[in-house]
């Protein structure tokens, strides 16, 4: 069945870096745009960032530009969210999700979801 896994997250300082990783089977990975979106308590799941099929292209909005990177690996089945410069205000769950063709930045838009990383960052 389709799974996907995200791991690494953690508790961390303001300014360190952490990597989360989104493992995925069940479907053809290179098939699918993956976005990685988060969700803090109280808030809305919002979009972080997407990359297409190919890993050619990536998006990410604003509050995340310049310290965010994704990245994929059609090889191994997986995407990557490489988190540098963190702040507090990025602590919430961490969810990848996956699309078929293009990359939108609405989660109802995603067909696929994984259970999600707490990512906790102090002050």
């Known amino acids: 069945q389709v799974q996907l896994v995200e791991s690494g997250g953690g508790l961390v300082q303001a300014g360190d870096s952490l990597s989360l990783s989104c493992a995925a089977s069940?479907?053809?990975?290179?098939?699918?745009?993956m976005g990685w979106f988060r969700q803090a308590p109280g808030k809305e799941r919002e979009f972080v960032g997407g990359?297409?099929?190919?890993?050619?292209?990536?998006y990410s909005v604003d509050f995340v530009k310049g310290r965010f990177t994704i990245s994929r690996d059609n090889a191994k089945n997986t995407v990557a969210l490489q988190m540098n410069s963190l702040k507090p205000e990025d602590t919430a769950v961490y969810y990848c999700?996956?699309?078929?063709?293009?990359?939108?930045?609405?989660?109802?838009?995603?067909?696929?979801w994984g259970r999600g990383t707490q990512v906790t960052v102090s002050s």
């Open positions: 999700a996956a699309r078929a063709v293009v990359v939108r930045t609405l989660p109802s838009e995603y067909k696929f």
């Open positions: 069940g479907f053809t990975f290179s098939n699918y745009a």
């Open positions: 990359i297409n099929r190919s890993g050619g292209t990536t």
